[in-house]
């Protein structure tokens, strides 16, 4: 198994154990087409021009010899055993919908799989499919969210190039997370997910439990969430005061990120229509023409670098911040599924104190919700630690990524400003030096 397990209590004892189902009230998605997508075929995406090597540039900047002290232990060489990449957006057209799959590639030297490399597509309710199941068959173990769907039919804009690789990179991070996970990896539905070509994933998914069954859940979930926990825990009650206060904070970060970053592309396509101007204005200018043609080429570069820094917030500073608003939602659902396990346990101890049911059968009930309950608090505390180690790593990296981009986009637009400076000042010389002549 894939890395260590916080409490051993929380330990399963084969790969394919669960704990009883799931309690949160949330049923699976019923609607096999709910996630039409319609998208651009054309899956590149262009670069931005290259920064010239041959630039003044200021000295090494700071990010570069900083390191944050890492509180996590490294992982012990060798212990991964599984490796996914999720890659290669392929577009389906059939006669009623048109979706994409993304191919998952699987490379493991675990025993319980049939071979040591795996190659399928998948689809995002497939994806959807299984962060469902390894929520109802682990309540209180913390599944990484998945990016929204943002199925909204008949708005194909909204799915570009930009769209497919921002939603492919956040299934390979899901796949990931759940690969180095030490319990959510050893489950049966996320080896089927790997393993399995389409029509045996779909045989698989027939055999999950049925709706009768799910809305039985469902009505002992909204009673326990009705008569709420009276004694909860004062570390749960710790672990969802932070919860409250980390998701107002990043949903505040991700809200200014996203109108900063629609704002810089607003500024990027002003900031290209500006060095042809120049140029065009050198044309009729004669004495002022290599002044001009200097403004519009060190505009030019400026416009590129803008472009490649208006990338960097874009594609790692934003998605990181958005995922973590997702995950602040996840960390919310699984704090309720531990209440209403608890709830259900001390409806059953007052139905024993009033003596309303036969006093045998509910002692055995009870002493099976008092285990579930214990069950569920280690499970959710060894997880807790688990996902702040990630979160930290992942912000961390994140906030560092985009301190030296940004250092590296003020020093290149710098020494483009400087270059050009340096060029004036030497043709003023050379121009009054003539004068001088003469």
């Not at 890492?70 to 599984?82: S, T, W, Y």
């Not at 490379?107 to 499919?129: I, M, N, P």
């Not at 004669?286 to 960097?312: F, I």
């Not at 209440?339 to 002692?363: F, S, V, Y």
Request: charged share 30%.
């Amino acid at each position: 198994m894939s890395g260590n397990v916080a409490d051993s209590a929380i330990s399963p004892t084969s790969p394919t154990q669960t704990i009883p189902a799931d309690l949160s009230g949330q049923m699976l998605e019923l609607d096999e087409d709910d996630d039409l997508e319609v998208f651009s075929k054309d899956t590149t995406n262009t670069d931005g021009g290259s920064f010239n090597a041959s630039m003044q540039t200021s000295p090494g900047s700071m990010i570069n010899q900083y390191k944050f002290d890492e509180e996590d232990e490294e992982q012990e060489p060798g212990a991964k055993d599984i490796f996914i990449t999720v890659d290669d957006p392929e577009s389906h057209v059939t006669t009623i919908e048109t979706f994409i799959t993304y191919r998952v590639l699987t490379k493991t030297t675990r025993g319980e799989f049939d071979s040591s490399e795996y190659e399928v597509r998948r689809r995002y309710q497939d994806f959807l499919w299984l962060r469902g199941r390894l929520e109802e068959a682990h309540p209180t173990l913390i599944v990484h969210p998945l990016p929204e769907k943002f199925v909204m039919k008949g708005m194909v804009e909204r799915f570009n190039d930009d769209f497919i690789e921002t939603r492919r990179r956040a299934l390979h991070r899901f796949l990931d997370r759940v690969a180095d996970h030490p319990i959510l990896s050893c489950n049966e539905d996320f080896r089927v997910f790997l393993s399995a070509q389409a029509w045996e994933l779909t045989s698989h998914k027939k055999q999950g439990p049925g709706f009768l069954t799910r809305m039985g859940e469902t009505v002992r979930a909204v009673a326990a969430s009705v008569r709420g926990v009276k004694n909860r825990p004062e570390e749960f009650n710790s672990i969802q005061e932070y919860v409250e206060a980390f998701s107002q904070k990043m949903t505040s970060l991700d809200r200014i990120t996203q109108r900063i970053t629609k704002e810089e592309k607003e500024y990027l396509e002003e900031l290209k229509e500006y060095a042809p101007t120049y140029t065009l204005w050198s044309g009729s200018e004669e004495e002022l023409a290599e002044p001009l043609k200097g403004m519009a080429n060190s505009l030019d570069r400026c416009y590129q670098e803008t472009e490649e820094q208006g990338r960097q917030l874009s594609d790692c500073l934003a998605p990181a911040l958005h995922e973590y608003v997702l995950c602040s939602e996840t960390l919310k659902a699984v704090l309720r599924r531990r209440d209403n396990i608890q709830a259900e346990l001390e409806a059953k101890n007052e139905a024993l104190a009033t003596k309303r049911a036969d006093r045998d059968a509910l002692k055995e009930e009870i002493d099976k919700m008092e285990d579930r309950v214990e069950w569920a608090n280690n499970a959710l505390k060894g997880d807790w630690g688990r996902w702040q180690r990630s979160m930290r790593s992942d912000l961390k990296e994140a906030f560092l990524s985009t301190a030296q981009k940004n250092v590296d986009y003020y020093e290149k637009c710098l020494a483009v400003w400087e270059s050009f400076l340096l060029s004036m000042r030497a043709e003023v010389s050379e121009v009054d030096q003539r004068a001088g002549d003469s």
